[in-house]
């Protein structure tokens, strides 16, 4: 009987209790462009995160020079030289806090909002992510969907290519995260 | 009277425009800014909009933004929040916490004590007890006590988070959006007190991202795609859905919410309506960043592209044809267009045709079941059930007055109708079926034929519009005058407000009315020619509002002034159909046009279309000052003045003057005067906007300043130079005072001088002495006698001679002293010795007549004179002095001396200012010294 208690107890506890860091490298990141009339893909597997859930607090980051899968050369080329300018903004960070309380967190699926800056083309907005979160445990996988407005991050489109990129691009994001 | 006819059969003009849902016009930005460098937007007290753009502040004028100029330290911060308090102070958040304050139309910093937050301030609110709070990203919330000193409220105290969105006032304190959930504050005689709600607490998300208050409710927008309306006591009264997640911005207004997500999409949504987005621009590309809503009803919306300003009261349908006819149900709207029926789905903002028919439809109404009646012209009345897509038909055969059907009306179980024969009534069954149809013509008191309108209180009470006999009401056999008497207006439409007061316009465009109290309210037609009436509405708040031509105007009572709906409102070319008119809710009131359907939004419009009057510019010189009092040589002024009328800046005008220079008004479109070289005087300057010559009397704005004269006019130097001339007047006369009582004093002198010389001359003891001298040299020797007699007549002939003469040379006078000396050496002989020794210098200047002979003889008074002791007599010089001098043998008793000789002589001396004469009593010896006058000035 005290083993089963104990056993349920050990079960409710959260596995993110534990203090220190959780981290995460080989995240996926993809966006997705979806104009009138060009259609442009590309991902990445090299996105880092940490997670600490003492704090309440997130990082994440990724090199833009690691997207691929464009659909030509000279579509990755425009990406990186024309509108990302990944040689003077290598980096694109998110990292803020949550606002769920992610310590309470229980085995299972939750969703959670990630409120912090995200910063891209070296312009930083505030911005609140929702995103979904699989604990368990030994890692917690994080998973989210989001759109980002280049006209936020300062990301200017010129007229004549204004048909071949949206306004908004789509994000697909999803990383495991380990205590270290 | 059939001339109306015309206008109802012959108006059926075609015009397609494509439909449109919102109305604006971009507003163009200063220059050199753009769209994105905008950061804020802001309504202040006066209702004057402003945006934060860079480092710079602008307000919009009506015409174009103005910039305020601003500090060189500020350059390099970026504006977060602007506020203007109760007190009309402007306040600047900055994305680093700093605080500005604007002053004299500058911008300076604001350094509390305490130091200003370290993180970015995004808004401003202020408490009952005008207390003023910010709320900031990172620090939580701040409030200024009385004291003047800043208090934080932040999360160790039970804040729950301290990034912040917004701040309203709230009861007596505030409440403040966070991303932990809503905090109530209140601060009190340095007491904090801190409220929390959150989901827990019955709130949609825990995440508010913005916060609405009105009269009667506080809006919380969340992030998860809700709002929730909340009473004052923070329960949550309704969940409302929005579009879509990550709420930016939440208004409530007119009964319109509207709504802004992080995504840059803008919606709006009427109490019962579904949310629509607002797109400018048809592709979707443009983005909404912020908005704010003026004091006019107008919404300044910043998008990507720019500042649009948005219109709320009015929208317009477009259809192909004339719309004749116009009702309401709660969820669509009917109208006519020929002989058509069309259904206007309110909630999916499409038409749709619902009948076809021949004759053309001159009226609409809909009854309790939901039935549409439409009357048509020559087609007698028609029933269209919208379930069953029925149509019945009534008409004279069925007992109807006449088939050209002009107006219907109705309450719960009678629908009547008036036509160009008369009036009918249609009674109906509990179940909303036709149960007889009866008619009403000359025999019931209808003695005109054409009936224009007919309006059907709630209480069942009948009136009618009729061609030629004013208003008749149903007295339940017969129609009577309102009045008791008969008129003769053609009336067009007939309507009634909540309290059952009648109202009606006339053919001619008069309003008029009759009250509950019986008595006829006579309404003054609006200032300028409206155009053609069309009809009238009530409304809820008891003002009427008249369909013209030229626009829709509206009659307050309250007020007693009209307020005009026209170009600017989106009605500068209306052209409403007669009686196509339909209200619903009180709120939308659609009118029937020769383009379609307008409709108004009556919760929209403004009550008041006059400008606002402002005074901001009071200057010297060119310069701004803010004083009232002015030296005589500050007499330059320029006033700057603004008539804040979004609605149609081109349309303002202003009526000043400056009262103290000349009281009469004069009319200007410049918004700025001058006034050089005013005089000394009292000043009052009076400005008031207005539109179409109306000119608010309540809005008269004015500034009252004083010039005072030149320090030369005032009163105490006017004082000062009056006692100042009166001064030298009294010294100017008593110094003349003073020369004539001297001259006088002298004259006086002058002639007691003489009548001494005279009597000291006609010394009876010389003249006995002379006599018996002159007796002894008769006997002796007669010619010498002769001479004696001869010498004495010229020394008494110099006497007279000279007595009147101020001053004679002393060559004269020293003839008249050796003719005494002759006179008296016959009688003393060898006792006398006198000597005269006096160069020509001397003997040319002057001296007062007899002054030496006055001396001479005091010698012979004096002394003894004997061959011992002679006379020895000397009249000589000594430079500038003539000395008289002679050896003193006192007598042992003298002649009575008056001593009046010797001062008379000083005095003259004196008088003629000449030198002192100086007397001389020693050793044997007495001397006269008399000082030489040089110039006969006087």
Redesign the interface.
């Known amino acids: 009987m005290r083993l089963l208690i104990a056993a349920i107890i050990i079960s409710t506890l959260s596995p993110l209790k534990q203090s220190g860091l959780w981290k995460g490298s080989k995240g996926t990141i993809a966006f997705t462009s979806d104009a009138p009339l060009e259609l442009i893909e590309a991902e990445s597997n090299q996105l880092t995160g940490v997670l600490k859930p003492s704090e309440n607090t997130f990082a994440f980051l990724i090199l833009t020079k690691t997207f691929k899968g464009f659909n030509s050369p000279l579509q990755q080329e425009h990406f990186h030289e024309n509108y990302m300018e990944s040689e003077k903004y290598p980096k694109a960070t998110f990292s803020g806090k949550f606002?769920?309380n992610v310590a309470d967190l229980k085995e299972g699926t939750h969703e959670l909002?990630a409120?912090g800056m995200l910063v891209i083309h070296g312009v930083s907005v505030?911005?609140?992510i929702?995103c979904t979160a699989e604990v368990s445990k030994k890692e917690v996988t994080i998973t989210s969907n989001f759109?980002v407005?280049l006209?936020d991050h300062k990301i200017s489109i010129p007229q004549v290519v204004?048909q071949k990129i949206a306004?908004e691009i789509y994000v697909k994001v999803k990383i495991t995260l380990q205590p270290s | 009277m059939k001339h109306w006819l015309t206008i109802i059969i012959g108006s059926l003009a075609i015009t397609v425009l494509s439909a449109q849902s919102f109305n604006y016009r971009e507003v163009d930005l200063p220059q050199g800014i753009q769209a994105s460098d905008i950061k804020l937007l802001y309504t202040d007290n006066n209702g004057f909009v402003w945006i934060a753009a860079k480092q710079y502040l602008y307000w919009h004028d009506g015409n174009g933004f103005r910039e305020i100029e601003v500090n060189k330290e500020i350059a390099g911060n970026e504006f977060s929040s602007l506020y203007q308090d109760n007190a009309g102070k402007y306040w600047i958040g900055c994305i680093n916490g700093e605080i500005y304050v604007l002053k004299n139309n500058g911008v300076e910093a604001y350094k509390p004590e305490e130091g200003t937050p370290a993180v970015a301030i995004i808004n401003w609110a202020e408490d009952k007890n005008q207390q003023l709070w910010m709320c900031t990203n990172g620090e939580g919330a701040y409030v200024k006590a009385s004291n003047g000193r800043w208090y934080n409220f932040n999360q160790d105290e039970g804040f729950l988070s301290n990034e912040t969105y917004d701040i309203v006032p709230l009861n007596d304190g505030v409440a403040v959006a966070t991303d932990q959930g809503l905090v109530y504050c209140t601060f009190k005689d340095g007491k904090k007190n801190i409220e929390v709600q959150n989901k827990s607490l019955g709130l949609s998300d825990q995440i508010v991202k913005d916060l609405h208050i009105d009269n009667t409710e506080m809006i919380a927008a969340f992030y998860e795609p809700f709002l929730n309306t909340l009473n004052f006591s923070q329960s949550v009264l309704d969940t409302i859905a929005t579009p879509s997640s990550d709420a930016k911005k939440i208004l409530r207004s007119s009964g319109i919410i509207w709504w802004l997500g992080e995504n840059g999409k803008l919606f709006r949504k009427a109490e019962r309506g579904s949310w629509v987005q607002f797109r400018p621009d048809q592709a979707g590309r443009s983005r909404i960043h912020t908005f704010t809503e003026d004091n006019e009803g107008h919404l300044w919306v910043l998008g990507s592209r720019g500042i649009l300003v948005l219109d709320e009261w009015y929208s317009h349908i477009s259809t192909s044809e004339s719309v004749t006819a116009i009702t309401n149900s709660p969820t669509a709207v009917w109208y006519a267009q020929k002989g058509d029926l069309y259904q206007y789905d309110l909630s999916t903002n499409s038409s749709q045709k619902a009948w076809t028919g021949s004759n053309l439809i001159l009226s609409l109404y809909t009854d309790n079941w939901g039935n549409i009646w439409c009357g048509t012209f020559d087609g007698g009345l028609l029933r269209f059930n919208p379930e069953t897509s029925i149509m019945e038909s009534y008409n004279e055969q069925s007992g109807l007055a006449n088939n050209n059907v002009l107006s219907i009306g109705g309450s719960k179980r009678a629908i009547w109708v008036g036509t160009l024969g008369g009036v009918s009534k249609i009674s109906l069954d509990e179940g909303g079926k036709v149960k007889e149809v009866k008619s009403y013509d000359q025999a019931h008191g209808v003695s005109v034929q054409y009936i224009y309108s007919v309006h059907v209180r709630d209480n069942g009470d009948v009136y009618i519009g009729t061609d030629g006999e004013g208003v008749l009401k149903w007295s339940g056999d017969r129609f009577k005058p309102i009045s008791g008497k008969s008129q003769d207006g053609v009336v067009l439409d007939v309507s009634s407000d909540a309290r059952g007061n009648i109202w009606w316009v006339t053919s001619e465009g008069i309003l008029e009315g009759w009250s509950v109290e019986e008595k006829l309210v006579a309404v003054p037609p609006y200032p300028e020619d409206p155009g053609k009436v069309a009809g009238i509405e009530t409304l809820e708040d008891g003002s009427i509002l008249v369909m013209h031509e030229g626009g829709v105007h509206r009659w307050i009572p309250e007020t007693g002034k009209w307020a005009a709906y026209k170009k600017s409102f989106g009605l500068g070319t209306l052209q409403p159909q007669l009686n196509a008119h339909a209200i619903s809710d009180g709120d939308l009131i659609y009118m029937g046009t020769s383009t379609g359907i307008s409709s108004l939004s009556i919760k929209h419009l403004p009550l008041s279309t006059e400008p606002k009057t402002l005074i901001q510019g009071f200057r010297l010189f060119n310069k701004p000052t803010t004083k009232t009092q002015f030296s005589a040589d500050e007499n330059y002024f320029t006033f700057q003045y603004v008539g804040r009328w979004y609605t149609e800046a081109s349309a303002v005008r202003y009526k000043l003057r400056l009262k103290g220079f000349d009281p009469d008004w004069t009319e200007s479109k410049n918004a700025e005067v001058s006034y050089p070289k005013l005089p000394p005087g009292n000043y009052t300057f009076e400005v008031v906007a207005g539109v179409d010559g109306n000119y608010p009397e309540e809005e008269i704005k004015s500034i009252s300043f004083t010039i005072s004269q030149p320090w030369y006019a005032r009163w105490y130097s006017i004082v000062l130079a009056v006692l100042v001339l009166a001064g030298l007047v009294f010294f100017f006369f008593r110094i003349r005072i003073n020369t004539l009582r001297q001259k006088q004093e002298r004259e006086k002198q002058q002639v007691q001088a003489q009548l001494e010389t005279l009597k000291s001359q006609v010394n009876p003891h010389f003249l006995f002495n002379s006599f018996n001298t002159l007796m002894a040299l008769i006997e002796e020797d007669k010619e010498e006698a002769t001479d004696y007699l001869a010498d004495l007549s010229d020394f008494f002939r110099y006497i007279l001679e000279f007595r009147e003469v101020d001053l004679i040379s002393v060559k004269e006078d020293i003839r008249i002293v050796q003719t005494y000396l002759q006179l008296q050496e016959k009688r003393f002989g060898d006792s006398l010795v006198a000597k005269i020794d006096l160069n020509e210098e001397v003997l040319e200047s002057f001296i007062p007549p007899l002054t030496l002979q006055l001396l001479v003889e005091n010698a012979f008074k004096h002394n003894i004179i004997s061959r011992e002791k002679p006379l020895e007599l000397e009249i000589s010089h000594k430079g500038d002095t003539i000395v008289v001098s002679n050896r003193h043998w006192a007598k042992a008793q003298t002649d009575k001396s008056t001593g009046y000789g010797l001062d008379s002589i000083k005095k003259k001396y004196k008088f003629y200012n000449a030198g002192q004469v100086k007397v001389e009593a020693s050793t044997g010896y007495f001397s006269v010294y008399l000082p030489v006058i040089h110039q006969n000035n006087n």
């Open positions: 606002i769920e909002r409120k505030e911005r609140i929702k759109n407005p006209e204004y306004e």
